[in-house]
């Protein structure tokens, strides 16, 4: 039973009700874009970390906003900074996946090689499930970086995994409602 009045379609002569569960797959729709462009971002290495902001002179902290470690890169914030560790295995454990595909016995060059060659130790029926688990968690994880850049909040690895699971669970949710029509194609 809808709890509140039907939402019109703006912009549509036919003005098809929308119910709620519609609009929240329509909303959780747009943010899976939002976190695949991100995740997108991070593996061509675009994203506007530290060290691109000094090389063009711009104003940054020279420190890991997560760890006060090194510059951040695309890769330290993505998978080697100790926090962002910290988060991984959290949610790799959570998620019944090898909490070693975090720790690999050499630094991977860019995080396109981690991702590809993690992808190949997990099996191909859960490989959707897994690549669904990077990019909520790179979401998380770059979210958690903006706050402490731009809010002065931060919060510990174990609530930002928190905030992954939390996802995970509204992505399970959405396609148990079904939402899977729009949603299961994002993820
Ligand atoms: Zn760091």
């Not at 914030?77 to 909490?99: R, T």
């Not at 060059?109 to 688990?133: C, D, V, Y």
């Not at 609530?159 to 699971?165: D, E, G, I």
Request: hydrophobic share 40%; glycine share 6%; net charge positive.
């Amino acid at each position: 039973m809808l709890l509140t009045p039907p939402i019109q379609r703006t912009g549509s002569s036919s003005k098809v009700p929308m119910a709620d569960s519609e609009m929240t797959s329509f909303g959780e729709h747009m943010l899976r874009i939002k976190e695949k462009c991100l995740c997108w971002i991070l593996v061509q290495e675009k994203v506007l970390t530290t060290d691109d902001l000094q090389k063009r002179g711009w104003p940054h902290h020279d420190q890991c906003a997560l760890c006060n470690g090194p510059l951040e890169t695309c890769l330290h914030l993505s998978l080697l900074c100790p926090f962002v560790k910290a988060v991984w295995s959290q949610v790799l454990s959570w998620e019944h996946f090898d909490v070693q595909l975090i720790h690999p016995t050499q630094d991977p060059p860019h995080l396109k090689s981690w991702w590809e060659e993690a992808a190949t130790k997990i099996a191909k029926q859960e490989r959707r499930r897994f690549n669904g688990m990077v990019i909520y968690t790179l979401w998380n994880i770059w979210k958690e970086r903006n706050r402490r850049i731009f809010n002065n909040a931060h919060e510990s690895a174990l609530q930002v995994a928190l905030r992954v699971k939390e996802d995970i669970e509204q992505r399970k949710r959405a396609l148990a409602w079904g939402g899977g029509n729009i949603v299961g194609g994002i993820v």
